[in-house]
DNA sequence: ATGTACGAAATCGTATACGATCCATCATGC
DNA sequence: GCATGATGGATCGTATACGATTTCGTACAT
């Protein structure tokens, strides 16, 4: 009858609306009015949210409520600082897995990328430029590793705000970062390498960040 | 009045004896069952469980109920295999933090861990080995990190089998692989550099099970 | 004007209740 | 004997209800 709970329902709902900025950080989520938009009582809904806690997606204060994690520059980078990690090794161990036709179709998405230069749309490249990671560590062999990086990934859409969108020149370096990374691939290098490569690549973009926040560079 | 929810209660409770071990893995979590034993209602209970579902420690299957997640030899390395990443990182990442005490205190954990070397217990070497690396890490100054390191740990403890408790000479070489890493960290040798031996350390046991389990060693 | 006390409204936390679903058991037919 | 289908019990899923707690506005005293 009911293909999925109420209680996923509502998980589901609340964690598209966060990741699409639907619901700004530091939003108020009241139990009542999220059951009465769902349609279910608050039951479905609380535990909905303490599933998103446990993600970190909100914050859940007794007998307060709960608000959407808000927007700190601090723990923004940091999480980037994990996802370059974390991407870095699902990267390497889904290298030897990659097939020529993945990697085709990782060489074509950043074609796409590098066309969306000349009318750059953030939005776009940002919808781009994760497709083109996705496709190189989708099939890495530690499930573990992977849900991780897609936590981080949720993490990251759920409190990127303007400020952070696009750093000037950073978009045409990464294009070409992505061309080494893709060679790299192609010559089948040894894992430390690649690992290095991928880490290196996403770390540049956190300390294009850290830069135009005045802060030193990542120390890894 | 009530200092701490029901819900946390029951979360703390059902979290602690998974990670004891009290709750084997596979073992049926039955709402009603905790619910009475906490004197609770099945509320409180079902938003605990759905938190530890998200860690990974509890698997829940609609209209059937949550069991302990289950021993899988292959979740298990790969757990550690991730692990041995973000520890490696959190390590680099808190190395120019450790003060001359840190280290100190390390070393004289490390010595602990020597002396049970000649009278065996592999609790007590697993106790002291986790208070030997937090040590190193536990100031690591990117909190989210620090937090999926701990949430490594909690699983690993959960699903820490008799199979996986000791591989022969192991606990000597990771001994003396201590002694290595606290050589690095006073000298202040690179972040890459004590990343790489963190991780290295913690990958040689996990290859050390995956030999013994008849699998080819880590990639990374 | 500022701070405090109080009361009302909003919201949370959980017990209870009951329908929905699944699983094990047993009966039935082949 | 084995497959198939019915039946009862166990368990889950969620609506509802109500007490507990916080928050906010208002009145009052300083």
Redesign the interface.
């Known amino acids: 009858m009911m293909a ?2 109420k ?2 329902q509502a998980y589901t709902l609340l964690s598209d609306r966060i990741a699409s900025g639907a619901l700004v950080p530091g939003y108020r989520l009241v139990l009542g009015t999220i059951a009465a938009e769902l349609g279910c009582s608050v ?1 479905p809904v ?2 909905a949210i ?2 998103l ?3 970190g997606l909100v914050l859940f204060e ?1 007998n307060v409520g709960a608000t959407v994690a808000s927007v700190d520059t601090e ?1 923004y980078l ?2 980037m ?2 996802l370059s ?2 991407e870095g ?1 699902a990267t ?2 889904a290298a ?1 897995l990659l097939t020529p036709e993945d990697l085709g179709r990782a060489r074509a998405i950043n074609e796409s990328l590098r066309q969306t230069l000349t009318d750059f749309d953030p939005r776009r490249f940002t919808e781009l430029n994760n497709q083109f990671h996705a496709a190189l560590y989708e099939n890495c062999p ?4 992977l ?2 990086v897609h936590r981080g990934w949720a993490r990251l859409a759920a409190m990127r705000t303007s400020s952070f969108d696009h750093v000037p020149g950073r978009a045409h370096h990464s294009v070409a970062e992505h061309d080494g990374l893709l060679d790299l691939l192609a010559t089948g290098a040894p ?2 390498e690649i ?1 290095r490569a991928a880490r290196q690549h996403r770390t540049n973009t956190l300390n294009a960040y850290l830069a135009a926040a005045g802060q030193p560079p990542s ?2």
């Open positions: 999925t709970s209680s996923e039951v609380r535990e303490r599933k806690e446990a993600e007794r723990l940091h999480t600082q994990t990690v974390i090794a390497a161990l030897p530690n499930p573990h590793i849900d991780l894992a430390e690992e120390a890894i």
